[in-house]
């Protein structure tokens, strides 16, 4: 169904208490330098509650987390630091004429994006806002909360960090996650950087994206065949095995090759650990690599092997690099050079995974409940895929961004529907 989102009132909310003068500039870490000037958006879905309109509170327990997350108030300097001025963030309201039944019934992604603050299609924003917020009032009583945040200050774990605090405040009034800002003092910035990531950002291809979901039990299955493997690794398995037989048989006679660029948060993988609440981009990624010898050479097992081994290696030997207290800078670029070469290689096509399963982004409640569902919007992300688990915890939702020729191909690979298919969001999970 076709619906309009429109806009109601905007307005600037600011921490609750003003940032003290000795933390009022926050250095970036030469990670934050090497992250994407990209703004990843999330939407919360949440079902009416009867006789209550929580939406002023929302406000009120959104400037206090500002307040210890005051970063986020504040305004990006380049890639050199935030300047924690306490200028706070775009905040809208807005109103849909429909039911959020409707929206999940008939869910349809290139319309989620009237859902969030900012999108690829925004012509006028400002890149030094680190965060902004649209809050939308559906005619049922139901609401959807949707936020933006910039690559620049912080990746997502620091995102659903502050999210959580938000919702924790607004539903307790209680502050319980408190940020640790040590990852800019441990990597600190440099001062001329020069080398291309190649993470390339296209605004003009005409990509799509499209929602594919596995049970527990599809899992259990895809697992069998590509063991020993993760769950996540399984199903990244089976996804880069049917995009890259997508673009075989597209027309890209050129491209030979294949590479699996997979994230990686590192706080848990530091000696000792940091904390989930550290402050900032903390996140690496490793490679695997695949050939086009033939037609018959991409297995699932050997694809979840390499990806297995590829986690392997990434533990093993660049973790070590980035914790020597000498050269761990050195090995950051070392290691993001080499990346950056080979995602530059002719002939090779890239795809790029990023998992937000196992953070528990249906626990937030920010006074309506659990959120009814979670969804993203289109990216410019080409070759971009995204996993999460569903709302029961046990399946994967996976969001694919392709060219649309290649998609179409994709989405009717025989490998693919065995295992998931597209649905809509009120089906189940």
Not at 172 to 200: H, M, Y
Not at 350 to 359: D, I, Q
Request: hydrophobic share 40%; net charge negative.
């Amino acid at each position: 169904m076709a619906f309009k989102v429109e806009i109601t009132a905007t307005q600037i909310i600011k921490p609750s208490s003003p940032t003290p003068d000795q933390l009022k500039t926050h250095n970036l870490s030469l990670l934050d330098q090497l992250s994407p000037l990209v703004y990843p958006p999330i939407i919360f879905f949440y079902e009416a509650k009867q006789d209550s309109d929580l939406r002023p509170q929302l406000k009120t327990s959104l400037s206090r987390a500002l307040s210890s997350f005051y970063p986020y108030a504040g305004r990006v300097n380049e890639d050199v630091f935030v300047e924690c001025n306490d200028a706070g963030i775009p905040y809208s309201e807005a109103f849909v004429d429909c039911s959020l039944a409707d929206v999940l019934k008939e869910y349809d992604l290139s319309l989620m994006s009237q859902f969030v603050p900012l999108t690829e299609e925004s012509v006028t924003f400002d890149p030094t806002i680190p965060l902004l917020v649209q809050v939308t009032l559906f005619k049922c009583g139901g609401i959807a909360i949707g936020a933006c945040s910039s690559h620049k200050v912080g990746d997502a774990a620091n995102f659903f960090t502050f999210i959580r605090e938000w919702a924790n405040v607004s539903l307790t009034d209680n502050p319980v996650l408190v940020p640790e800002f040590n990852i800019s003092s441990l990597f600190p910035r440099l001062g001329f950087l020069n080398f291309d990531t190649g993470i390339k950002i296209s605004m003009t291809e005409k990509l799509v994206r499209k929602r594919f979901v596995l049970s527990s039990s599809s899992i259990s299955s895809l697992k069998a065949q590509a063991a020993p493997c993760s769950r996540v690794q399984a199903v990244t398995s089976l996804i880069w095995k049917c995009t890259m037989n997508a673009v075989r048989k597209s027309n890209k006679p050129n491209i030979t090759s294949s590479i699996a660029m997979t994230l990686v948060n590192m706080r848990g993988r530091f000696n000792p650990p940091l904390p989930p609440t550290s402050f900032g981009n903390f996140v690496g990624s490793f490679l695997a690599d695949k050939s086009f010898n033939n037609e018959n050479d991409i297995e699932l097992r050997g694809l979840a092997g390499q990806l297995r081994q590829g986690f392997k290696d990434f533990c093993d030997v660049y973790m070590k690099q980035v914790q020597d207290p000498k050269d761990g800078i050195i090995g950051i670029l070392n290691y993001s050079k080499m990346i950056g070469e080979k995602l530059q290689r002719n002939g090779t096509e890239v795809f790029t995974f990023s998992s937000w399963c196992g953070f528990p982004l249906y626990e937030i409640d920010f006074g309506w409940g659990n959120p009814r569902w979670i969804s993203v919007t289109n990216t410019p992300f080409r070759n971009g895929i995204m996993m999460m688990d569903t709302k029961e915890g046990n399946g994967i939702e996976v969001w694919v961004t392709l060219e649309e020729d290649v998609m179409g191909i994709f989405e009717q690979d025989h490998d693919l529907l065995t295992y998931c298919y597209p649905k809509s969001c009120d089906s189940g999970n």
